[in-house]
């Protein structure tokens, strides 16, 4: 089955200053990815997901990602962040041949004023 | 709107209780989830459902059932063989296939779970 790692359990960046999560996955073939965000006692939303095609996607708010298949990655990036980004954010990994959703641990992302 | 609805959003219980809890969607999706949110452990599924009638366990059932007698209704019921039930529930739906992995999954809001 396919897996997710997130290896950055919590980051603090400055408002206005860029950002990078990271996210590895595990699967043999092309996976199915995708970048939610979730606010403190609520569900998650979607940002962004990868099926096919371009490897850079842009997602909403302003992320984006790009899913590079040599290193397993499919790391989040957003230029320029804003005190309201502070979430708890997740990568998660489909596959073709199930109908299970594999997340990873989440990031918890602070941002200081 | 078109949305997921989760119920309760707090929920105490005292040990050996079993306690329900309910998810409603009404955006026409075929597939369900009941996934556990435990903190630092991301999220781990249930159980889930493709169709009406039919459910399938995910990696830790043990201590749960779900039903499915409606497409729109697919509500989670947390039993006292549960060794470790507090936590927060989240119910997701997807509009995807059986056999697709490319399901983007709407989530509801959450159910808090806390046992005395």
């Known amino acids: 089955a396919q897996s997710v790692t997130q290896p950055d359990i919590h980051i603090t960046v400055s408002e206005g200053a860029s950002l990078e999560l990271r996210c590895n996955y595990s699967?043999?073939?092309?996976?199915?990815l995708f970048w939610y965000v979730q606010s403190p006692g609520q569900g998650l939303q979607l940002l962004l997901k990868y099926f096919s095609g371009d490897t850079l996607v842009q997602g909403i708010k302003g992320f984006e990602a790009e899913f590079k298949r040599s290193q397993s990655s499919f790391n989040l990036r957003k230029p320029s962040v804003h005190w309201s980004d502070a979430a708890e954010y997740f990568c998660?990994?489909?596959?073709?041949?199930?109908?299970?959703?594999?997340f990873g641990a989440g990031t918890r992302l602070t941002v200081k004023p | 709107d078109g949305g997921i609805t989760q119920s309760p959003k707090y929920l105490f219980r005292k040990e050996g209780q079993n306690v329900t809890l309910s998810c409603e969607q009404n955006?026409?999706?075929?597939?369900m989830y009941w996934y556990r949110q435990d903190p630092g452990q991301g999220l781990r599924l249930i159980y889930y459902s493709q169709i009406v009638n039919d459910f399938q366990k995910g990696d830790i059932a043990e201590g749960y059932s779900v039903s499915r007698e409606k497409k729109e209704s697919f509500p989670l019921t947390v039993t006292s063989a549960q060794k470790n039930p507090t936590a927060f529930y989240l119910c997701a739906s997807s509009l995807g296939t059986v056999t697709s992995g490319a399901n983007v999954l709407t989530f509801g809001a959450g159910s808090r779970l806390t046992v005395l």
């Open positions: 955006l026409n999706h075929d597939a």
């Open positions: 998660a990994v489909g596959a073709d041949n199930n109908n299970d959703m594999r």
């Open positions: 699967y043999g073939a092309t996976p199915y």
